[in-house]
Structure formats: C-alpha cells, structure tokens
C-alpha cells in the first residue's frame, strides 16, 4: 500500500469568509457550503480543499486552538505573470491581506502572497518568461 495525497485539509473560523475568499479564486464549492460545518471543492487532478469549522475539529479533538495563521498555505499557478499582479490587485481591492505585493523572484517567478481570512498565505506565481536564446 502507498499512501497518496488526495485531500489538503484546513480550519476556518468563519466557514462563510473562507468560502468566499476560496471561490473568488476559482474554488467551486457547492452552493451553501458556507452555511455547513464542512465543505469540499474538488480540484482538478481529483485533489481537494476541505475546510472545517473549529467547532467540528474540537468534536474530535477537543484540545483544539487556533493559531494565528501560518499553519497551512497553497501555492497557486497563475496563467502569467499579468493574471498574478491582476488578482492580487482583485483580492486586495476586495478587502483581503496582501502579504507580498508582485514581484519577479530570483527564481524565476512572478510571486505574490495573499492571506485568507484565517491568516494563511495563499501564494500566487507564474512564470517569468525567459530571454531569447536562453
């Protein structure tokens, strides 16, 4: 037996903020999964983003705090580095953190940082387009 990745888990405590902020960046979750104590989005690849509310993680365990952000994050490919300036700008104009505003990274990446309701950094990137004749 060998143990796949198939679902990324994380705790929101406002299941409807998260939700929110998750489909402004293409996640589908059913209609009314902000209303519910879990919600799923499957992603493509058949990988997917479940949130729980803290209230249905301390049904399990009980000892259960928050943290301040930082516990988990995505990192998600944009189309180019024009989609990652332009939905940073979005999700900024919409009231969310902007951690890191774009920029071209030593690594070769157009790179951003934007945090969801909970604190966690949400990463943004794209690749830089490389000179010619590289």
């Not at 493509?44 to 249905?56: H, N, S, Y």
């Not at 890191?100 to 909970?118: E, H, N």
Request: charged share 25%.
């Amino acid at each position: 037996m060998t143990p796949r990745l198939d679902a990324i888990g994380m705790v929101a405590s406002d299941m409807a903020a998260s939700v929110t902020f998750y489909r402004r960046l293409g996640f589908a979750f059913p209609e009314g999964a902000e209303n519910l104590p879990h919600a799923e989005a499957r992603l493509p690849g058949g990988l997917r983003l479940l949130l729980d509310t803290e209230e249905t993680v301390r049904s399990f365990r009980p000892e259960y705090r928050p943290g301040t952000g930082g516990g988990a994050g995505l990192a998600l490919l944009c189309d180019s580095p024009a989609e990652v300036d332009a939905l940073y700008e979005e999700l900024v104009g919409a009231g969310y953190d902007g951690e890191l505003k774009p920029w071209d990274a030593v690594w070769g990446q157009r790179y951003a940082v934007v945090l969801d309701p909970d604190g966690n950094g949400v990463d943004l990137f794209a690749p830089l387009p490389t000179p010619a004749g590289e």
